[in-house]
């Protein structure tokens, strides 16, 4: 390990996301026996022999997958027409002109889009209507929206918006929250152990494999000042990674994407 800026510069994958990595050993074909007097049959019946082996393998084949239908029966999972068609009717023009995404533009960021559970009394049908909830995170009014679209009918059934809901960061929301804290003055250490590592100055997020996690401020124990709207705000803790290369540790710092501003850990 090589201690610079950021805390540390870790090689391969010695960290793991969870902060823990653990790493198995491996036996090679042939090893064992080699090693602690296994079986060495294949070696000492000669080359005749593991030909005949050889000759005994045959080629996979690998079936073609089915044409995917346009759209899916019952509980089969959302095609992708069906995905499509959801978000298009769970954003309409005046939806989209009314929210915000995480790169400031118009219209909500989108996060999923699930199949939705069957009312009581519609899970003995033998044609049970098919919906999608969709679900967004509006930055102008820091809102969490799930919408409700009966795809058999073609209407949003339910609409519903919370404050101080965070579900996971999507990868743009990631992405973002890795441009801003390169940009940053807190991000002075990680753009210094990126240069070392590669020897490259690190310009944008494109030059990192970025994860993000949802961080809730005084909903997960004490926090700094410049970070206590965490949890109303959307803010993003980050693993980073060089890109096929070293992980740099930037997780002391949080980037809050509604504020767009970076704050540190204590």
Not at 87 to 108: D, H, I, M, S
Not at 109 to 128: I, K, V
Not at 238 to 261: E, P
Request: with cysteine.
């Amino acid at each position: 390990m090589m201690h610079r800026h950021l805390g540390k510069l870790v090689a391969g994958a010695a960290v793991a996301l969870a902060g823990t990595a653990a790493m198995a050993a491996m036996t090679l074909p042939g090893e064992a026996g080699a090693a602690g007097g296994g079986s060495r049959a294949a070696a000492d019946e000669g080359p005749q022999a593991q030909t005949g082996q050889a000759q005994q393998i045959r080629p996979g084949v690998v079936e073609r997958a089915p044409a995917q239908e346009r759209e899916g029966v019952g509980r089969d999972p959302l095609t992708d027409d069906e995905v499509a068609r959801a978000q298009e009717l769970a954003a309409p023009r005046t939806f989209r002109g009314a929210t915000e995404n995480v790169r400031g533009k118009a219209g909500p960021e989108r996060l999923t889009t699930d199949l939705a559970e069957l009312g009581p009394d519609e899970t003995g049908r033998a044609d049970p209507p098919r919906r999608a909830n969709v679900s967004f995170y509006d930055y102008r009014s820091d809102a969490y929206v799930t919408k409700t679209v009966n795809l058999t009918t073609g209407k949003v059934e339910k609409t519903d918006s919370r404050h101080g809901v965070q579900p996971p960061p999507n990868r743009a929301e990631s992405e973002t929250a890795a441009g801003l804290l390169i940009a940053a003055p807190e991000g002075a250490g990680l753009r210094a152990d990126y240069e070392h590592a590669t020897g490259r100055k690190l310009t944008g997020p494109g030059q990192l494999t970025v994860a993000g996690f949802v961080y809730r401020g005084t909903a997960e124990g004490p926090a700094p000042e410049r970070l206590r709207a965490c949890g109303q705000h959307r803010c993003v803790r980050l693993f980073t990674k060089v890109r096929n290369g070293q992980w740099i540790d930037t997780r002391s710092y949080v980037v809050d994407l509604s504020a767009r501003t970076v704050g540190r850990l204590d």
